[in-house]
């Protein structure tokens, strides 16, 4: 089989890797060349995923295609997907998403739990809302890793909206972050791997680190689960999704945001789970049996994000020690520059004692540093 995947970055490159267990030919589709899956592909291709013919060109000649970034041209994915090219997500589960108002809509009209919103699509009718504070504003296109969220939490913070269209959302009060990915195959037939708690770096808005299993009470596990198979289900498309989620202090659990696509918080089923992420979509998109998505042990992914105030060529310091360590894995995302905040690279540690986990997790966050040369 021929399969594009639109997008270049590490999620392409994991998946990529994942590829050479099996027989398809891979092609790439992205604006740089010196991208973390350029190298791994049978076949690269510069182009702008954004672009309808670049999309359509592309797309043409191959059985199957799938994404690693929501923002692509849907409208070629539509027109490929009528004249037989099978997409993984369909584009209409990719157009819900790809817009949190459309998405946020979404949640409302399948009775899928998650914050109350209204829409503002300006920052004039923003100052109009000051009633909904606290809240937290989300810009509807073109935000991604914390850039695109605003937390406003009285009326002297309305300045700090987006003057665009956005979703204004209640703030709820996190005890957990955590999330799901789900396997959906052709048939319909879906997989669900553990929950992952997330940590979050409050600075940059970026995951900071992350354990799996999530160490919640079962009731509360399994209502997330509930939810997620409901999300992945009412888009009624195959594919793999991850369903972010937040639990409240109450017990409820509220649906924050899906990806449809492989997803960073699935980084560790690499190593700790039977089947990885990026195994189980090759399964999905090739027509295989899905498969387990049981741990093997606990995990806890540490991303390796470009220090502060470094820019340039980069260096990793400390990765000898890091090495050096037991049953922990470390994922180079092989970009050669680093700036503040670029996710570089992750570390994934298994160990069957959760304090162990924390502990290795922290001594790798204090020794390992992405520096410019
Ligand atoms: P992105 O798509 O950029 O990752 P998210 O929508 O996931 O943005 O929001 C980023 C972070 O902002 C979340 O991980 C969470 O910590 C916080 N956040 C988002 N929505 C809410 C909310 N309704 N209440 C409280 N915190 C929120």
Redesign the pocket.
């Known amino acids: 089989m021929k399969v594009g995947i639109l997008g270049g970055g590490q999620l392409g490159r994991m998946l990529l890797q994942a590829a050479a267990n099996y027989t398809v030919e891979t092609f790439v589709l992205e604006n740089d060349s010196n991208c973390p899956a350029a190298h791994l592909c049978h076949h690269f291709i510069k182009g702008d995923i954004k672009d309808f013919n670049t999309v359509y060109e592309f797309g043409k000649n191959l059985d199957a295609i799938t994404i690693e970034i929501e923002a692509v041209n849907i409208e070629a994915l539509e027109k490929l997907a009528s004249e037989g090219v099978k997409i993984y997500p369909n584009p209409a589960a990719i157009r819900i998403i790809k817009n949190k108002i459309t998405q946020k809509e979404f949640y409302k009209n399948n009775e899928i739990p998650s ?1 109350n919103f209204l829409i503002t699509n300006s920052l004039e009718e923003l100052s109009a809302q000051t009633k909904f504070l606290p809240a ?1 504003h ?1 810009i509807g296109e073109g ?7 605003q937390v406003l939490i009285e009326a002297t913070d309305i300045a700090k909206g987006f003057d665009a269209p956005s979703v204004l ?4 009060d ?1 005890q957990k ?1 955590i999330a799901l990915i789900i396997a959906v195959n052709d048939k319909g037939e879906t997989a669900i791997y553990p929950a992952a708690e997330m940590l ?1 770096n409050q600075q940059l ?1 970026l995951l900071d680190y992350q354990v799996s299993p999530a160490r919640l009470p079962e009731n509360i596990l399994w209502k997330a689960e509930a939810i997620a198979l409901k999300v992945a289900k009412s888009l009624n498309s195959p594919g793999l999704f991850a369903v ?1 989620l937040f639990v409240d202090p109450q017990g409820n659990v509220w649906v ?2 899906t990806a449809p696509r492989v997803h960073n918080s699935g980084h560790h089923t690499i190593e700790a789970n039977y089947c990885s992420q990026y195994d189980m979509l090759w399964r999905i998109i090739l027509n295989y049996p899905l498969g387990n998505t049981d741990p093997i042990m606990p995990s806890a992914i540490v991303n390796l994000l470009g220090a502060p105030e470094q820019n340039g060529k980069a260096i990793y310091k400390g990765l000898e020690e890091v090495l050096r360590m037991d049953q922990v894995f470390v994922h180079l995302y092989g970009k050669t520059h680093t700036k503040p905040g670029r996710k570089m690279g992750h570390v994934t540690i298994i160990s069957s004692d959760y304090q162990d986990l924390i502990h290795q997790a922290n001594k790798i966050k204090h020794l390992l540093e992405v520096n410019a040369e």
């Not at 935000?143 to 969220?149: L, M, S």
């Open positions: 914050p937290v989300k935000g991604y890793d914390g850039k695109g969220v959302e209640k703030m709820v996190i972050e979050v808005n972010e924050n945001e």
